[in-house]
């Protein structure tokens, strides 16, 4: 049901100032820049080979980024792996007992579906599950 890592995303306080840092220190471009509206966040898109860095700006004060960063500062937010079907893996999780934050899939950045497990049930990582549309 996982067939990769899909993205690693990464919170900062300013997202240019992030995209400097990750083109000066290794020549990285982003592919794209967009607001995720639900999330209250501005998330730059850097592909590096089959693997993503998403760095994830908070727009808003109520975002849950901005609660991550004043609580533990920038740096890894999630790991997220892609599921060939999200919703069949968030109910297998749940009959197994493991705390969801998502119990239902929602649209998340590059219009994917997008759910998160509880790190409590993850030894302190938050994972997020992803499934990009069939093409």
């Known amino acids: 049901m996982i067939k990769k890592i899909d993205h690693i995303g990464i919170a900062v306080k300013n997202l240019d100032n992030a995209l400097k840092l990750y083109k000066d220190a290794f020549g990285l471009e982003f592919k794209s ?14 592909p590096i080979g089959d693997v993503k860095i998403e760095l994830i700006e908070p727009i808003e004060i109520d975002s849950p980024i901005t609660k ?6 920038e740096g890894i937010h999630h790991i997220a792996l892609e599921s060939d079907n999200i919703s069949n893996m968030l109910k297998s999780l749940k009959e197994k007992g493991y ?16 759910a ?9 990582v938050l994972f997020e599950l992803c499934e990009h549309a069939k093409e």
């Open 33 to 46: 820049i967009e607001v995720v509206k639900d999330q209250k966040v501005r998330v730059a898109t850097i």
């Open 68 to 73: 991550f960063i004043e609580s533990r500062g």
């Open 99 to 114: 705390k969801l934050i998502d119990e239902e899939p929602r649209i998340g950045a590059n219009k994917a579906k997008i």
């Open 116 to 124: 998160f497990i509880h790190p409590k049930s993850m030894m302190g």
